[in-house]
């Protein structure tokens, strides 16, 4: 027997969640500010490093790179080896070494230059689809390079906000992370995506874990029906 598909039409009750959960983690967390801005091919190579591992892995790797190559066009060109050695921190090097240099090689060879900055002259779903032709970008390293480095409306979501929006019913049950992309785009304003983004994930790092979530300390938990699961 087939199930149901998964209906994507938010409802005015679950924009009004929305709403109010964006409220209150503003009120306890305050508005988190990102991590120094970097210009976009600098924030595509930095989000491909993040996969599968922690920011301070993510950050010892990036720096190292960017101090064996004094630009993106020698880490394109440079020797395979030299790439996947420098990123080792960062773990899957053998992965995200050859995936970085052929994104670059993409880059250059469509456009001539190792530059993102005309996607800011896209409509948003244009610029995510062309960033997501390329092979290791998906929807979150995507959309993170558009909300953080190019200003483009786009609400990145990760294994936290997956698990976090699942639990406060934000999305359908059943909803992989990829889809709650566009999901939770629609039902969180425009303008909060970099900060909501932010807030769900620190939610979701110190209280609302995989494993045994601290729900009597959730600041969310008059809006949460996960309490009454536990």
Known sequence: MNEAPISCTPSPELINLAAAVHRKLLQVYGLPVWRVPLPAVDELVCTILSQNTNDKNRDVAFEALRAHFPTWETVRDAPEEKVIEAIRPAGLA??????????????????????????KAYPPMEALAWLLRFKGVGPKTASIVLV?????????????????SGRLG????GMSADEAHEFLASIFNPKDYGPDHMNLIRLGREICHARNPQCEGCPLRELCPYPNKV
Do not use: W
């Open 148 to 164: 953080f480095s190019l200003g483009l409306p786009a609400f990145p979501v990760d294994t936290h906000i997956h698990r976090v």
């Open 94 to 119: 053998n992965q995200k070494g050859p995936r970085i240099q052929s994104v670059l090689r993409q880059i250059t060879a469509e456009r001539g230059e190792l530059n993102l900055e005309f996607l």
């Open 170 to 173: 934000l999305r359908p049950d």
